[in-house]
């Protein structure tokens, strides 16, 4: 179970930074893991960013909140940003576990739990022993013509049993994001914010944003995010 968001086009990172740990701390939304306890996500932080044109991805076991690491990105300029904030359902909690995961030149966060034996190519190797990492190996699996929202679709279709399969998948100029869930509606339920200058897409609506004109998404939702023109595409190709 995770926090995870992605934002595209020129906003304020430290802002962004900032929004992403008061959702890691449990210290903004209220919903089914928090009604009556605290339900902080500190086993481990990662990142995906563009730079010099190329996708960058790093990960970290401390909690975000704790990692003072987390402040050498407040400076970056680029036009991507990817934050996962990792509460282990399945898997231990060691840097191999930590999200974003990166194989075939994608970069990939899950926040849920899925509970099939999925199957993959050979060749994808995991290296830790979560479920999250090898919903990705089968989700870019035999890609004939590439990824798309139709894959996808019928992927996750072939998902039985599960709480959330909520996924962002990107190589840095596009990014799939995928709301999918059989339970928990607050917790799960994506929240997509877009402006003229950035787009934005969330765990839960990000406080110094608030006041945006915030949508919730649908369950199994599939967006299409362009970096370049930050323009979202809901469940093309699927009608």
Known sequence: MCRMLIAAG???ISAI???FITMAMDQNEKHENNADKEFRHGDGW?????????????????ACYEDDAIETYRHLETPLCVLHARKGSKGSVNLENVHPFQASGYAFCHNGTVDDDLIFEDHLKPAGDTDSERIFYYLISNLSDGLNERVIYDKYMGIKEFTGINSIV????????INWFS??????TLKVLETPDYAIMSSEILPHFRGGDWSRSNNRD??????????????????
């Open 10 to 12: 020129s906003f304020d």
């Open 170 to 177: 990107t190589d840095g100029k596009t990014s799939f994001i």
């Open 183 to 188: 339970k928990k509606p607050d917790y799960y």
């Open 222 to 239: 599939i967006y299409r995010l362009n970096t370049s023109t930050m323009e979202i595409v809901k469940n093309a190709h699927l009608a």
């Open 46 to 62: 990662g990142i995906v960013y563009m730079q010099d044109g190329r996708m960058q991805v790093r990960t970290s076991l401390a």
């Open 17 to 19: 930074i900032d929004d």
